[in-house]
C-alpha cells in the first residue's frame, strides 16, 4: 500500500444467520453458535417439488429496522440483497461515527455481489411463466440490477462520490474492498464504504446451485474429513475504509489498517481451482504486507467444505507461509454463517477484524477429523486465545478469480 496515503478501518457493521450486527455475528461464532439449520423452499403450485436443505438464513425483524430508519417508501424498493447491504452500511457508518458528517456526500461506495436481485427476478418469473401474467412489476429492474445495493446506500447518506458494484463471484466484496481503497489512495475519496451482500435462497436459485454439485446435504466441515460441499447462506458486511490522516484528525477510533492487497485469475476452469492462483493472490498481499517477519498472522479462510478447494487453499498457505504454516491459526466462520457468495470476504473480515482486536478466534465448526491433505493451525472445538499482529482474508471465486487480504491490528497503525 501506498505509504502516503494509509487505509484505516473505522467502522465495521454486519448482518448475517448469527446476528443482526457486526459485534453479534463474531460472538455467536466465538460462542460457538451455528446459523446453519434445514430449511424447506416451497416454490409453489406451478413449480416442481419443495426442496429441504441445510442454509443459513438471517433471522426475520431486520426488515423492520432498516424501515424504521428509512421509511416504507425506500425498503419497498429494495430487493433483499440492497435492503441487506443497506443495513450493513449504515452500521458501519454508525460505528466510524460518520452518519452525520459534513464531508461525507465526498465519500465513496464500492460493494460486491454475485446475483444481485435474485429474488425479484424469481418472483417475476414465477409470475409471468408459472402464473401466466403478463404484467411485469414496473420497478422491477431497479430492484434486481447489481448496482441498487450502492445506489441504495448512496442515496440514503448522501454519498456523491463515486459509487459502483463490483462482480466476481465469491471474491466480489474482497475486490469491493480492494477498490474502495484504490479510491482513497488515488485522492478520489477520503472515505470509502466497502463491502457486499448476498440473497440468493430461492427455490430456483438453490436447484442450480444443486446442479452444480457443490451443496452439501449436511452441513459445513470446512477442512475436514468427510466434507461434502458448501452450505448457502446470506446477509452482508461493511467495512468503512478511510485515509488514516483524516481518520486522525477527525479523532477516530481506527479498527485496523488495510495493509496489503493480492489479486489474480488462474484463467483455468470455471469450477475447478488451481493452486498458482490463490498462491499468486496471497504472495501479493503477504509482501506488501511485510508478513515475513510478522508476530503472528490469523488466516480467514475462504474454506467452503468443498473436496477440492479445501485441499487447494491449504496448499496454498503451505507454499506462501512455508515452514511458517504450522504457526499461523486458521479460522473458517462459512462453518457458522454459510457462503454469502458475494458478500463472504467482507463477513470474514469484519468477524477476522474483531478477532484481531480481541485476540480471541473463533473455532470451526462440524469439524469430524483431520484429512491428511488439509494439515494446518485450525482452531477448533471452541474459542482461542491467539497472539497476532496481522490478519489475513482469502476469497477464492469461480473462474478462478482470486482475491486475497492484509490487515495490521490498530496497535500497528501508531507506527
Not at 446506500?153 to 474482497?174: E, L, Q
Not at 481503497?181 to 444443486?210: N, Y
Not at 481451482?273 to 503477504?286: D, I, K, N
Not at 457468495?341 to 469439524?367: D, F, K, R, T
Request: charged share 15%.
Amino acid at each position: 500500500m501506498a505509504a502516503d496515503r494509509r487505509i484505516a478501518v473505522t467502522g465495521l457493521g454486519a448482518i448475517s444467520a448469527l446476528g443482526h450486527s457486526a459485534v453479534e455475528s463474531w460472538k455467536a461464532a466465538c460462542e460457538p453458535r451455528s446459523g446453519i439449520a434445514l430449511h424447506t423452499l416451497d416454490p409453489g403450485p406451478d413449480a416442481p417439488e419443495a426442496q429441504t436443505l441445510p442454509l443459513a438464513r438471517v433471522e426475520p425483524g431486520f426488515e423492520r429496522a432498516v424501515e424504521a430508519h428509512f421509511g416504507r417508501r425506500v425498503c419497498g424498493q429494495l430487493d433483499r440483497f440492497a435492503a441487506l447491504a443497506l443495513a450493513a452500511a449504515f452500521e458501519g457508518l454508525r460505528d466510524a461515527a460518520l452518519l452525520d458528517d459534513p464531508d461525507l456526500h465526498r465519500a465513496a461506495v464500492v460493494l460486491g455481489h454475485g446475483f444481485g436481485g435474485a429474488e425479484t427476478l424469481e418472483k417475476g418469473y414465477q409470475r409471468y411463466f408459472g402464473a401466466r401474467i403478463p404484467r411485469v412489476h414496473p420497478i422491477t429492474v431497479p430492484r434486481a440490477m447489481l448496482s441498487a445495493g450502492v445506489s441504495a446506500v448512496a442515496m440514503s447518506f448522501g454519498i456523491r462520490g463515486p459509487v459502483f458494484a463490483v462482480s466476481s463471484a465469491c471474491a466480489s466484496s474482497a475486490h469491493a474492498v480492494a477498490q474502495g481503497a484504490a479510491l482513497i489512495q488515488m485522492g478520489a475519496a477520503d472515505v470509502a464504504v466497502t463491502g457486499g451482500s448476498e440473497a440468493i435462497i430461492t427455490p430456483a436459485t438453490m436447484r442450480a446451485w444443486d446442479a452444480v454439485r457443490a451443496l452439501s446435504s449436511e452441513t459445513c466441515r470446512p477442512f475436514s474429513t468427510g466434507r461434502d460441499g458448501m452450505v448457502m447462506g446470506e446477509g452482508a458486511a461493511a467495512l468503512v475504509l478511510e485515509e488514516l490522516e483524516h481518520a486522525r484528525r477527525r479523532g477516530a477510533r481506527v479498527l485496523g489498517e488495510l495493509v496489503g492487497i493480492g489479486m489474480s485469475s488462474d484463467a483455468h476452469h470455471l469450477t475447478q481451482p488451481s493452486l498458482e492462483g490463490p498462491v499468486t493472490a496471497m504472495t501479493q498481499a503477504h509482501r506488501a504486507a511485510g508478513l515475513a517477519h510478522a508476530k503472528g498472522v490469523l488466516i480467514a479462510a475462504h474454506g467452503t467444505g468443498t473436496p477440492l478447494n479445501d485441499e487447494n487453499e491449504a496448499a496454498a498457505i503451505h507454499a506462501v507461509f512455508g515452514d511458517r504454516a504450522a504457526q499461523q491459526p486458521v479460522i473458517a466462520t462459512k462453518s457458522a454463517h454459510g457462503h454469502l457468495i458475494g458478500g463472504s470476504a467482507a463477513l470474514q473480515a469484519v468477524i477476522g477484524l474483531h478477532s484481531l482486536a480481541e485476540q480471541l478466534a473463533p473455532p470451526i465448526l462440524n469439524y469430524l477429523g483431520p484429512d491428511p491433505l488439509c494439515v494446518l493451525d485450525l482452531v477448533l472445538e471452541r474459542a482461542r486465545r491467539i497472539s497476532c499482529s496481522h490478519l489475513l482474508v482469502n476469497a477464492f471465486a469461480f473462474g478462478g478469480l482470486n482475491a486475497c487480504l492484509a490487515f495490521a491490528a490498530a496497535r500497528q497503525t501508531e507506527h
